[in-house]
Every structure is written in structure tokens, then in C-alpha cells.
């Protein structure tokens, strides 16, 4: 089967949606022990991904369950309009709390098929530390809060097709969107993984992450994605297949 990496962005404008967690939740996480045999190099690229309504609507931490639930094998590929409807049902189709959106999946996720596909447990990640951030991805893809201001200009440097790159990013910690890491290795290692080149004078040996947002997946270097994350979440397992369940509809958090 051939990989569809995304790239329907043309011409479009990324919407964002994001808010950030509660302090208090992050701080009473129970954080991601990296334990010994993660892979030097690792990624997960789904064959099929979208933007799951993220073009129209401000549902980008329920677009990043929809990719998560993409990477697992089998794989499964949520519809635009099932991520939607789920977004909508919960009050969060234009703005979302990502460690909200994480406690309700884990309850009653995406129906589909006859099947309800749900979240596991919650771990917090350290995304300083890259042995820490490295185990987590290999786990499963690591939900992170972004200032993405930057990262819509690397985005568009491709006009929203997959391969673009995020380097030299400055400090910015207005968390605003929601995106999934699903890989890391060396710049040059990811670049030859999405069959693209390096720009000119970046040095292919430094550790960089693979990132899906907005229908794509992009490269960025370890310093810039530090610089504009500030909350990054794994769910262990990243997907709970429960047959036949009927998802819950929690009022949003006001």
C-alpha cells in the first residue's frame, strides 16, 4: 500500500485550539520512566492521515488523537467527520484542554465500525530530556502542547506538504496548538525516512523529531522543538479497542 502523507493544506489557513493544561494536573501526572532498549533511531509514519477538520475548526487536540489512533498497527483511520463529531460533542471543536481531551478518550473515545477506540493510561513526559522524550515516542506518538506561531512558517514553507523543517525556533510559551511527535533520530536519518533533502548548512547529524500537524508530518531540531513546547503527554497504550461500548458525553470544562 502506498503512504498518503498527507499535504491537503494548499492554499489553506491551519486553524489552532489549544489551551493549556492546569498546572495542578501536570504536577499530579504520574511521569513516563524511560526503561532501557529504545531504538537509536525510530518512526511511525501512518499510511493515511488528514487534518481531521483542523482547517475549519480549532480541534487540533482531538486531530492528534485522530493521527494517534492512525499509528496504531493495524492501523486505524478515524474519519474527518467521526474526529469532528466527537470534538463537537464535547464542547471542544474550537478549543481544548489537552490533559481533558486525554481523561475523555480514555472513557469513550472514537466510535467506529462497531468499536469504541479509546485511550490508555495517562503518563506525563519530561520533553527536555531526550533519552526521557526518545523512550516515550517509541511507546507510542507523545501528544505535545505548542507556542505554534513558528511553526506555521515552516509549515508554509512547503505550503502544508509533508517534509518541512523547524529549525532555529526562539523561545515562545504561547501554548495555543496541539501536535504529535511519532519519530526521532538524526536530521539527516528523518529527512531520507520522508524522501527529502536537508536544507542547505544544516548539519544531518543532530538529533531532531518527527511531527505531525495540520495533514503533514515535518522535522524538528531538538533545540526548537524545546523552545516552543510546554506540556507533552504519552498514553500507554496509545489506543484501547473496546467492542461495542457507547461513548460517554461529558459537559466541557467551563
Known amino acids: 500500500m502506498a503512504i498518503e502523507l498527507g499535504g491537503s493544506g494548499r492554499n489553506k489557513t491551519p486553524k489552532r485550539g489549544a489551551a493549556p493544561s492546569l498546572r495542578s494536573e501536570l504536577a499530579a501526572a504520574m511521569p513516563h520512566t524511560p526503561v532501557a ?3 537509536p533511531n525510530f518512526l511511525t509514519l501512518p499510511h493515511q492521515i488528514s487534518s481531521w477538520g483542523n482547517f475549519d475548526h ?5 486531530a492528534e488523537e485522530a493521527f494517534a489512533k492512525a499509528c496504531h498497527q493495524p ?12 470534538a463537537k460533542n464535547h464542547g471542544v471543536l474550537e ?10 478518550m480514555q472513557k469513550g473515545g472514537f466510535q467506529e465500525n462497531g468499536k469504541t477506540f479509546d485511550d490508555g493510561q495517562i503518563f506525563s513526559v519530561d520533553w527536555t530530556n531526550p533519552s526521557t522524550l526518545q523512550s516515550a515516542i517509541s511507546k507510542g506518538p507523545v501528544k505535545i502542547g505548542v507556542a505554534a506561531t513558528q511553526l506555521e512558517t515552516a509549515w508554509r514553507t512547503t505550503n502544508g506538504q509533508t517534509g518541512w523543517f523547524g529549525l532555529g ?7 495555543d496548538h496541539c501536535v504529535s ?6 536530521l539527516a536519518w528523518l529527512a531520507g525516512q520522508l524522501k527529502v533533502s536537508l ?12 511531527m505531525f500537524t495540520w495533514d503533514s508530518i515535518g ?3 531538538q533545540p526548537s522543538l524545546i523552545t516552543i513546547t510546554q506540556e507533552a503527554w504519552l498514553r500507554s497504550p496509545t489506543t484501547v479497542v473496546v467492542p461495542g461500548r457507547t461513548a460517554e458525553r461529558p459537559h466541557a470544562r467551563a
Open 219 to 221: 522535522i524538528v531540531d
Open 58 to 62: 480549532g480541534d487540533c487536540v482531538t
Open 95 to 104: 478549543g481544548a484542554n489537552l490533559h481533558q481531551v486525554l481523561q475523555w
Open 199 to 210: 536544507p542547505s548548512g544544516v548539519d544531518g547529524t543532530k538529533p531532531g523529531y518527527a
Open 75 to 86: 492501523e486505524i483511520f478515524i474519519t474527518d467527520q467521526i474526529a469532528m463529531a466527537w
Open 37 to 39: 532498549g529504545a531504538p
Open 169 to 175: 525556533f526562539k523561545k515562545d510559551d504561547a501554548e
Open 181 to 186: 511527535l511519532c519519530g526521532y533520530g538524526s
